[in-house]
């Protein structure tokens, strides 16, 4: 093992919990306060734009650790025709079914927040982050998975 993979893997942990934490605390922190409107819509469009942030920042983040992790211990074959290459691909494929929740559910919250709507937007962004919420679980249980020596 050389020096850059434990940096790798640590960004990657690093942002996937960021990530997750934070899709996590909008759904089930602050989404609810916005459909009941005691959140200011400007405090509301700070935090939906910071997780935007988060999304997309993550987005770079993953690409390069996880491209450096899988490229360094994983064949193609064995990303497909392995039980741990499963989980990989897997994750993968959450990965990118929660960002576009994410960006989804964000921007039918700033549409409405940019027209001094609040509730609406708020219902109407609802299931796009309770799935995405889900599938961050989802995501964990997997991550958990995969790091466990002893499962696979």
């Known amino acids: 093992m050389n020096v850059l993979d434990p940096i790798m893997w640590s960004v990657h942990v690093g942002f996937a919990v960021l990530w997750t934490g934070s899709v996590l605390f909008v759904t089930l922190g602050i989404l609810p306060a916005a459909l009941r409107g005691d959140v200011g819509g400007e405090v509301l469009a700070g935090i939906v734009g910071k997780l935007r942030w988060i999304t997309r920042v993550g987005a770079v983040a993953f690409v390069a650790s996880g491209g450096h992790m899988a490229g360094t211990q994983y064949t193609p074959a064995a990303l497909t025709g392995t039980p741990r290459g499963h989980l990989v691909v897997t994750m993968i494929a959450l990965w990118l079914l ?55």
Not at 106 to 135: C, H, I, M, N, Q
């Open 98 to 152: 929660i960002t576009g929740l994410v960006e989804v559910g964000s921007a039918k919250l700033t549409d409405g927040l940019d027209v001094g709507k609040l509730r609406e937007p708020a219902r109407e962004a609802k299931p796009f982050f309770y799935g995405a919420a889900g599938l961050s679980v989802a995501l964990i249980l997997v991550a958990g998975v995969l790091a466990s020596p002893t499962v696979l």
